[in-house]
């Protein structure tokens, strides 16, 4: 069973500072990986992908992959309490499902004015 | 005009009943999705169409009926349901399948009585 583990939080941090969301997963032949934003009573948003070790920025948002270690986390610099939703991690599984999201429970993160 | 629209937003349903959630997307993708969101669980895949064809039945049950009468249309058909299956259903296209980037509707929040 191919799986994504996230600690469902919630995560809470004062503006102005880092949020570290944090995410493993089980498949070792994952090539790909999304970070998926969910507000409450919304659906989900990719606001990250990212597909080699080593990190990648966008703006506020730094992804961080580690494929030996299974590893992916999601860094917001500055935190608004607008960033205040519950951030799904994902995996692209070409496995027996080829090509199919799997998607973690999510973490809830607070941001605190 | 948002990019997928699902309707209802919200149902109320007798496991009895018969009912249908409608799924239209504008971006001209050609891969539609069924998921379905429980609380405290991950976003669970349901059916996979890739032009028009179903290409994954993620051991759905029978009373979930998927129909997809073109690229930009996609139909779940509920028919005597259980308590158990109340949750967030989304529906989620790509540009083909496999798919990189999802793009979400808002989703339909079912209830069962």
């Known amino acids: 069973q191919k799986e994504v583990e996230q600690n469902s939080g919630p995560l809470s941090v004062p503006e102005g500072a880092i949020a570290s969301l944090n995410c493993t997963y089980s498949d070792r032949g994952s090539q790909s990986f999304f970070w998926y934003r969910q507000y409450s009573g919304k659906s989900p948003e990719l606001i990250m992908s990212i597909y080699s070790n080593g990190d990648k920025e966008d703006g506020r948002f730094t992804a961080q992959l580690n494929k030996a270690s299974q590893y992916v986390s999601l860094l917001i610099r500055d935190s608004q309490p607008s960033d205040s939703a519950t951030y799904l991690c994902?995996?692209?599984?070409?496995?027996?499902?080829?090509?199919?999201?799997?998607f973690g429970k999510g973490t809830k993160l607070s941001v605190k004015p | 005009e948002t990019g997928v629209t699902q309707t209802p937003r919200h149902l109320v349903m007798g496991m009895t009943n018969k009912k249908s959630l409608k799924c239209e997307q504008h971006?001209?993708?050609?891969?539609m999705y069924w998921y379905k969101q429980s609380a405290k669980k991950p976003l669970e895949l349901m059916f996979v169409y890739n032009f028009k064809e179903q290409t994954e039945n993620n051991s759905v049950p029978s009373r979930f009926s998927p129909e997809c009468p073109n690229s930009s249309h996609l139909f779940l058909h509920l028919h005597t349901l259980q308590p158990e299956d109340s949750a967030l259903y989304l529906c989620?296209?790509?540009?083909?399948?496999?798919?990189?980037?999802?793009?979400f509707g808002q989703g339909t929040r079912l209830t069962v009585v």
């Open positions: 971006l001209g993708h050609n891969a």
């Open positions: 994902a995996f692209m599984n070409y496995g027996g499902s080829q090509g199919n999201l799997i």
């Open positions: 989620a296209s790509s540009q083909v399948w496999p798919g990189i980037e999802a793009f």
